[in-house]
């Protein structure tokens, strides 16, 4: 109980505030808390808590910002020093991927854990973020289907691709982005909002599934599989009595939206450093 709350008071103690409110926490000041007294040994931990947050879908750049600093050695010379501002959640990362052997581990997985908690709970996501969310699942979810598809013997993959369109939409990309009125070289799903990603990321998905569990070796059943799925995601939109994609007004570029965000995170989490 006495380690319980040695540790928790000294991760409280270690938590710093952003010049906009924001909570994070150094890489140093947090390492010999979770008993490591070698930097080195500790920098292990922090590549794999990154490494984990890349496999959860995340940006680790939003989490973890390494900086340099200038201070003084013991001849007064100044040398540089590495760290890390860590998010909560880099933080509770770096917990899970600490080693289970040392009691402070255990005791800041607790903690994070429960502070992450109440960050997703107080922190809600504008619309916004949560497009911009949904868009870059989207975008991996492309990739490993073109992946599939490879597999699967598609060599046309603008054919393929189009043929998810002509399903969900029951048109061509071309006469998609002409009926929103989109330029011809602008990335549709680029400016489409969270309703139709999600109907796209569903088609994606579950285009890649069948695929695999039909065995699927030949382009065009491959092709046809993926109109297929596009259509049956379309009849489900119908059967709830949802708005058809096509007629989905285009939103904001989501370039715009991810430099407006980024600059948001910038200001609001990472503070300037001065020795």
């Given at each position: 109980m006495e380690d319980l709350s040695r540790v928790n008071r000294a991760l409280d103690e270690a938590k710093r505030i952003g010049n906009k409110g924001g909570e994070y926490w150094m890489a140093r000041d947090i390492q010999q808390i979770l008993g490591y007294s070698s930097w080195e040994n500790f920098q292990?931990?922090?590549?794999?808590?990154?490494?984990?947050?890349?496999?959860?879908?995340?940006?680790?750049?939003?989490?973890?910002?390494?900086?340099?600093?200038?201070?003084?050695?013991?001849?007064?010379?100044?040398?540089?020093?590495?760290?890390?501002?860590?998010s909560r959640y880099a933080c509770y990362l770096i917990a899970m991927n600490g080693e289970s052997g040392k009691s402070e581990i255990g005791i800041a997985q607790t903690y994070f854990a429960y502070q992450t908690r109440k960050q997703e709970i107080s922190d809600k996501l504008t619309d916004a973020e949560r497009r911009l969310q949904l868009r870059d699942r989207v975008k991996k979810a492309n990739r490993s289907l073109t992946s599939i598809a490879k597999s699967a013997g598609v060599r046309n993959y603008a054919y393929f691709h189009n043929a998810g369109y002509l399903g969900l939409y029951e048109m061509g990309l071309?006469?998609?982005?002409?009926?929103?009125?989109?330029?011809?070289?602008?990335?549709?799903?680029?400016?489409?909002?969270?309703?139709?990603?999600?109907?796209?990321?569903?088609r994606i998905t579950q285009a890649g599934d069948k695929i695999i569990r039909d065995g699927i070796n030949c382009e065009r059943e491959a092709i046809n599989t993926h109109q297929q799925v596009g259509q049956e995601v379309r009849n489900v939109i119908g059967k709830i009595g949802g708005k058809m994609p096509?007629?989905?007004?285009?939103?904001?570029?989501?370039?715009?939206?991810?430099?407006?965000?980024?600059?948001?995170v910038e200001d609001k989490e990472i503070p300037q450093i001065t020795n």
């Open positions: 292990k931990v922090i590549k794999k808590a990154r490494m984990a947050c890349e496999s959860a879908g995340e940006d680790s750049s939003n989490h973890f910002h390494d900086i340099v600093k200038m201070v003084k050695a013991g001849s007064d010379a100044m040398v540089p020093k590495g760290d890390t501002f860590l071309a006469d998609i982005k002409k009926r929103k009125g989109l330029h011809e070289k602008e990335d549709l799903l680029d400016r489409a909002g969270r309703t139709e990603l999600a109907a796209n990321e569903f096509e007629d989905l007004p285009a939103e904001e570029p989501i370039k715009e939206l991810t430099n407006a965000l980024r600059k948001k």
